[in-house]
């Protein structure tokens, strides 16, 4: 049955087929409708807490007490859950947090779209850790995605972030969900009540702390980092449209990509879904084919230094920070390179 | 399960030696073997958020000050199961504050043992929200000038509360009083009030644990069928 859903909606419904049937958020523009959908629901269990940093902890007690968890939130309470999502890593529980962005710092522009959170849904909180991002780029996309990043979280183990954007937000499309195909990852742990288990944020073995013990935390954090990566591998998702004409490659990302659709008629494109753990060969093997690589991103270069790191060569930058995106100035920008 | 069975034996406890906290540890174990019940201990950070850690049961030692709000997240998911918070004071009262406003607010059913020591412990002796107006501690050398908090009024501020406030040397009632917790189906708060010794039990003269469990003993009274209790009274509150 088609319907038509915005990027909001899309999300709480791919989280209710992904059998979701815990949710705990925090008002705030532009991630709201997506607890507005939740409120209304019979079948799950729905709290509007005090704050964020309420939301995710409750997410991962939820979590290991057997329910699949969610929060959604945007920049400011995305900062507020990042020693929540550090916890989350160190337990290993699986959780989905979404981030739908809007201009910061601060309090910025709330109800205008940014991509300004690339870098703290990977390097938010502290210490090493290594999440696995989705960032799609259309309701349906927002649809299937929240069931994969699901799957993705209940495979790995971890929190897993689903990146949006004020703008995809409101996005309304004409989407046939019954028509998205999918697979559930079940749950690979017993829930929290029955076992003698003790989950820790210290480095412990066998839930004796270790806390003094590096050659413990060294071989710890890379199978961690491992573990999370051999699971990431199994979520290659991207989009490459090659134009042989182009020498040409733009990178970019949710509503950035989604601007430029119609540039593919002159240049190559390549779309990262999985923005986080990067998709190195993938992008590498794109880029080889072009002399310049630019990366349009709604930020002043977050994904670019990334790309620059892996390519190991100069990358040009189109950044359209401050709510507004235009293709006709996109043009004129990439007209000068 | 014997008593003994509720501890883990190969965590030992990190607590000095006489500390109130082996009480608190030991009487709990007796009273969930007594009541035959398993249930799920949650902690923060700590002296007091070691607890979690040794118990053998399902147990999680969270973020400092976000153990409330982890502890609803479990209970909602397993309504079957006891839920019970073992955390301090700085952990639930200042930095998990607003937790416990809400927590409590939404009278979930679970139990918050609070063991109020008057000080950050673990760190090596600030100040705490229920560090009392004139104690010296490590961030307030020459006496705190602010008074401190009665956590008893912060269950009160709810239309339903359990508070309950105990010592581990009144153990009788401390145990009562646990289990008096354990069967409010709700929100039940315990204030366990026990002293610091190498921080602010030194500072008042109360290093040796004999003269820190007298001072409780000779300070604090028993009291029954009060609406509220005064700064020194052991006794429950409620209102359902």
Not at chain 1, 297 to 304: I, R
Request: aromatic share 8%; with cysteine; glycine share 8%.
């Amino acid at each position: 049955m088609k319907e038509i859903l915005h990027g909001n909606e899309a999300i709480a419904r791919g989280a209710l087929k992904a059998n979701m049937k815990f949710f705990a958020g925090y008002p705030i523009t532009p991630a709201s409708e997506i607890m507005h959908f939740f409120a209304k629901q019979k079948d799950i269990q729905f709290i509007q807490t005090e704050d964020e940093i309420s939301a995710i902890n409750m997410g991962i007690g939820a979590s290991l007490g057997g329910m699949k968890s969610m929060t959604a939130t945007s920049g400011p309470g995305f900062s507020l859950m990042q020693e929540g999502l550090g916890l989350a890593h160190k337990l290993r529980v699986p959780l989905v947090v979404v981030d739908v962005q809007r201009v910061g710092p601060s309090t910025g522009m709330p109800t205008m779209p940014s991509q300004g959170d690339i870098m703290q849904s990977r390097y938010g909180s502290h210490g090493d850790y290594f999440p696995i991002v989705f960032y799609p780029n259309s309701a349906g996309e927002c649809f299937r995605y929240t069931i994969e990043a699901f799957n993705a979280s209940e495979e790995s183990r971890t929190p897993v972030i689903l990146l949006s954007d004020a703008l995809l937000s409101r996005l309304y499309e004409v989407i046939d969900t019954e028509k998205i195909q999918f697979r559930l990852k079940p749950r690979g742990f017993k829930p929290l009540g029955d076992n003698k288990r003790h989950f820790t944020g210290l480095l412990s073995e066998g839930g004796i702390p270790r806390t003094r013990d590096t050659k413990l935390y060294r071989k710890w954090i890379k199978e961690m980092k491992t573990e999370i990566e051999t699971v990431a591998n199994r979520y290659n998702f991207y989009e490459y449209l090659e134009n042989e004409g182009s020498d040409t490659l733009i990178i970019s990302f949710g509503i950035a990509s989604r601007v430029i659709s119609s540039l593919k008629e002159k240049y190559s494109l390549f779309r990262p879904i999985r923005i986080f753990p990067i998709l190195e060969n993938e992008i590498k093997k794109a880029a080889e084919k072009h002399d310049k690589v630019v990366v349009l991103e709604m930020n002043y270069g977050q994904y670019k230094n990334e790309i620059e790191r892996i390519l190991k060569k100069e990358v040009h930058s189109i950044n359209p920070v401050g709510g507004r995106i235009e293709l006709k100035e996109i043009r004129e920008e990439l007209n000068g390179i | 399960m014997a008593s003994k069975d509720y501890l883990r034996r190969d965590n030992k406890p990190i607590w000095c030696v006489g500390c109130g906290l082996y009480i608190i540890l030991a009487q709990v174990t007796k009273i969930f073997d007594e009541l035959k019940i398993e249930p799920i201990i949650l902690s923060g950070i700590g002296c007091t958020g070691r607890s979690a850690g040794y118990f053998n049961l399902d147990t999680v030692h969270g973020l400092h000050g976000r153990i409330i709000p982890l502890a609803e997240g479990v209970k909602r998911a397993r309504k079957d199961k006891e839920v019970m918070v073992i955390s301090g004071d700085g952990d639930i009262l200042a930095i998990g504050g607003n937790h416990l406003l809400h927590s409590s607010r939404r009278d979930i059913d679970m139990t918050v043992v609070c063991v109020n020591n008057s000080v950050y412990g673990l760190t090596g002796g600030q100040l705490s929200p229920t560090t009392k107006k004139g104690m010296k501690t490590l961030t307030s050398p020459f006496g705190s000038d602010i008074h401190s908090i009665d956590s008893q009024k912060i269950m009160m501020a709810n239309k339903r509360y359990f508070f309950a406030r105990t010592t581990p040397v009144h153990t009788e009632h401390m145990i009562k009083v646990i289990k008096e917790a354990i069967a409010w189906k709700g929100f039940a708060f315990v204030e366990i009030v026990t002293l610091c010794l190498e921080t602010i039990g030194k500072n008042m003269g109360l290093r040796e644990p004999a003269n820190m469990y007298q001072w409780l003993k000779d300070n604090y009274k028993i009291v029954e069928d009060k609406d509220e209790l005064d700064e020194f009274e052991l006794g429950v509150v409620k209102h359902d």
